[in-house]
């Protein structure tokens, strides 16, 4: 997509459980201006056809099909396919909120930031939610020590 401001980029590997939930919050964030690369990375369940149907509603989605390598290639492969003027990612086993993109790429532009990260979200026995830090700024030493602490991943990145 010309005039991305954003290219999320989200590589998917065997993720039909979780990838309608993933997809629906990242097409409906109030940021318009993305590109949405999805990487099938040699998924053996319904996870290509699952995009291919949601490519068909959203001509924003760009899906690449290719044999699994995981997921460090496949990032690598969408990150030259992107146009946007920030990459952003997200797993494809998350959501995001409906406005992540949006705040991330105005508070980039805002602090001329050429490096985000998103707040900390996790789930425990699945049925609470909780946010940490808040969308402030934290380096990446201390975020990998909580994200390995909580025992989940970080959310998606925003970076140019």
């Known amino acids: 997509m010309s005039g991305a401001k954003v290219s999320v980029i989200i590589p998917v590997y065997n993720t039909e459980l979780y990838l309608n939930k993933c997809l629906d919050s990242v097409i409906n964030q109030t940021l318009k201006e993305i590109e949405i690369i999805c990487i099938n990375d040699g998924s053996k369940d319904s996870s290509l056809d699952i995009l291919k149907a949601y490519a068909k509603k959203d001509d924003r989605i760009i899906i690449i099909d290719k044999k699994n390598g995981g997921q460090g290639l496949a990032r690598n492969i969408a990150i030259k396919k992107a146009t946007g003027e920030y990459l952003g990612f997200v797993d494809s086993d998350d959501w995001i909120a409906h406005d992540m993109f949006e705040k991330m790429y ?55």
């Open 106 to 160: 105005s508070s980039a532009k805002i602090l001329q930031r050429m490096l985000l990260f998103a707040s900390l979200n996790y789930t425990i026995r699945k049925l609470r939610k909780y946010d940490f830090l808040n969308g402030q700024k934290f380096n990446l030493i201390a975020a990998t020590m909580k994200s390995r602490f909580i025992g989940r991943r970080i959310l998606p990145v925003l970076c140019s």
